[in-house]
């Protein structure tokens, strides 16, 4: 029989997202107090966001064998996220892993167009807010990806509509405003990783944090460096192959603090520097 999981190491993850998922679900049906509902939804976002990161790992590379097993994953996810079903596949694997080294095509730009940084408020609010008109404009490129997203888009719509017609106060403290926030962070994980780092070198143009809690809440997007040489490779390989090309990562770039500090100076980018993608 074909096992469920791809990677045994996503079953913990996948618990995970069950876990907050039911947590929503009994704070949705079970509390009326909408200050006493915001507290606890306050609380679970300090989890929830970690299923931002599991969420992104998994459109890298799936969680499931089964098709289906994936899209409902996701559908939950949607509601924990905002990123739907394929969402992210298009914007982030295609769009910004295919042009982050490129501000002016990178759907997820830190730059401003006269080149300097963007400010970081500017930049959560303001990308999070084009996710979705981004994906509009990337999507027809590829025309069966695009479907799959509108087709699973109306679907995890149709059931948050279905959360706001039951209960609206409810639906709006439990899943909009948690969806919408999460949008932000993770924009601001972006940001966090690539700001201010304009170069053509993929070793010189990623954040990576060694933190062991970083790595364990983020489910190993810490070692991102190796993750954007390496982005079809399971997460739960990234220390290792992190530790295979540290050495060609300026040390500035590498940040051993639970909370990165984006404060440090930007490498200069030297002509005997390899930038080449090992085989």
Not at 20 to 41: N, R
Request: with cysteine; charged share 15%; aromatic share 12%.
């Amino acid at each position: 029989m074909m096992p469920w999981y791809r990677h045994r190491a996503d079953i913990p993850a996948s618990l995970l997202v069950a876990v907050v998922f039911c947590i929503q679900l009994w704070a949705f049906f079970s509390i009326d107090h909408p200050l006493e509902l915001a507290a606890i939804v306050a609380l679970l976002m300090l989890v929830q966001v970690s299923c931002g990161a599991i969420c992104h790992n998994h459109h890298h590379v799936n969680i499931f064998t089964r098709p289906w097993a994936n899209r409902l994953i996701e559908t939950v996810m949607y509601l924990q996220t905002g990123t739907s079903p394929w969402s992210w596949t298009i914007h982030h694997n295609i769009g910004h892993h295919h042009d982050y080294l490129d501000q002016s095509k990178d759907p997820s730009s830190w730059q401003e167009a006269d080149g300097s940084v963007m400010h970081r408020l500017k930049y959560d609010f303001y990308n999070a807010a084009m996710i979705y008109p981004e994906i509009w404009k990337i999507g027809p490129r590829h025309p069966v990806l695009f479907a799959r997203f509108k087709r699973w888009f109306l679907i995890g719509n149709l059931a948050l509509l279905g959360l706001v017609l039951i209960n609206p106060v409810n639906a709006f403290i439990v899943f909009v405003v948690p969806m919408a926030m999460m949008l932000v962070v993770l924009l601001d994980n972006t940001f966090q990783q690539h700001s201010g780092l304009a170069t053509r070198n993929h070793f010189l143009a990623s954040r990576n944090v060694e933190h062991p809690l970083y790595n364990l809440t983020s489910w190993n997007l810490g070692y991102h460096t190796a993750h954007h040489v390496y982005p079809g490779i399971h997460w739960s390989r990234l220390p290792e192959l992190h530790h295979s090309i540290r050495h060609r990562i300026p040390p500035v770039l590498i940040s051993q603090m639970l909370i990165p500090d984006l404060n440090h100076a930007i490498p200069d980018e030297r002509p005997d520097m390899d930038g080449a993608l090992p085989d």
